[in-house]
């Protein structure tokens, strides 16, 4: 009999251990309406890294990605509360649900599928190409053939550089400190182009005139928002408030406000 008791508590516990864990996946699976019944939507960001958020001397909250926050809950009917996250604590916070999404400028990484979903991206900071306002839309990537690029130095635009350069017959890459560098290397004739990355180069040419982006982007890097792979319904709502923004203009408003 005794035997029999601890194979019966066993299984109690493993059938508990099982109600439990089903609750759990349950109460996930429709974290929208949890989020409308709370009336906040719950969203983790690294505050270091403008201009997609930042932390101002009065302890507000700017950027990008607080401004996407703010329109984003707007359109699921509730308020935003953002959670401050060093930026290598994001994914831990988002799975154990301190979080229900994450806005924080993350590029989208398909080896965390299993446990992340990404939303449409709402901005790509690939790699473009700067140059003198003056080259014009005819310009084409043969026209680095024998000329100087300037790049920021172990960047993915000193990688990208280097492998035009195999391709492009006299093609230098010129390495200096910073991307800001490489455009001001642009900008004083030292250098034909700047390979760089979309977000600095977008700064620098608020600042700075003669100066333009061509080509489009070179190499895509695409910026998501993230939610845990099971809250599919949360997951919906955001790419339809997303595509709505894209279609009304709201979210190039909010790009062009900080890009």
């Given at each position: 009999m005794k035997t029999r008791d601890v194979h019966l508590a066993r299984l109690a516990s493993?059938?508990?251990?099982?109600?439990?864990?089903?609750?759990?996946?349950?109460?996930?699976?429709?974290?929208?309406?949890?989020?409308?019944?709370?009336?906040?939507?719950?969203?983790g960001l690294d505050p270091s890294f403008l201009p997609f958020a930042a932390l101002a001397?009065?302890?507000?909250?700017?950027?990008?990605?607080?401004?996407?926050?703010?329109?984003?809950a707007a359109r699921l009917g509730v308020e935003p509360h953002f959670?401050?996250?060093?930026?290598?604590?994001?994914?831990?916070?988002?799975?154990?649900?301190?979080v229900d999404v994450l806005i924080s400028a993350l590029v989208v990484e398909p080896g965390r599928s299993k446990k992340v979903s990404y939303s449409t991206p709402y901005v790509d900071v690939g790699l473009v190409l700067v140059t003198p306002s003056s080259v014009g839309e005819s310009f084409s990537v043969?026209?680095?053939?024998?000329?100087?690029?300037?790049?920021?130095?172990?960047s993915q635009g000193d990688a990208e550089a280097r492998r035009w350069a195999r391709r492009v017959s006299g093609m230098v890459v010129v390495t200096v400190s910073t991307a800001d560098d490489a455009m001001a290397a642009v900008l004083s004739g030292e250098a034909a182009a700047a390979m760089v990355d979309g977000v600095a180069a977008r700064l620098y040419l608020r600042e700075h005139t003669g100066l333009t982006l061509v080509n489009g982007l070179l190499t895509s890097e695409?910026?998501?928002?993230?939610?845990?792979?099971?809250?599919k319904t949360l997951l919906r709502a955001l790419n339809e408030a997303l595509a709505a923004m894209a279609a009304g203009g709201t979210l190039d408003a909010i790009l062009g406000k900080w890009l």
């Open positions: 493993v059938l508990l251990g099982m109600l439990v864990a089903s609750a759990g996946c349950l109460g996930r699976a429709d974290t929208l309406s949890e989020i409308r019944q709370r009336g906040t939507l719950s969203i001397g009065d302890g507000n909250l700017f950027g990008l990605d607080v401004d996407l926050g703010h329109e984003l959670v401050l996250i060093t930026y290598d604590g994001l994914y831990h916070a988002l799975e154990v649900g301190q043969q026209d680095l053939a024998g000329q100087m690029v300037a790049v920021e130095i172990a695409p910026y998501a928002v993230a939610v845990r792979s099971e809250d």
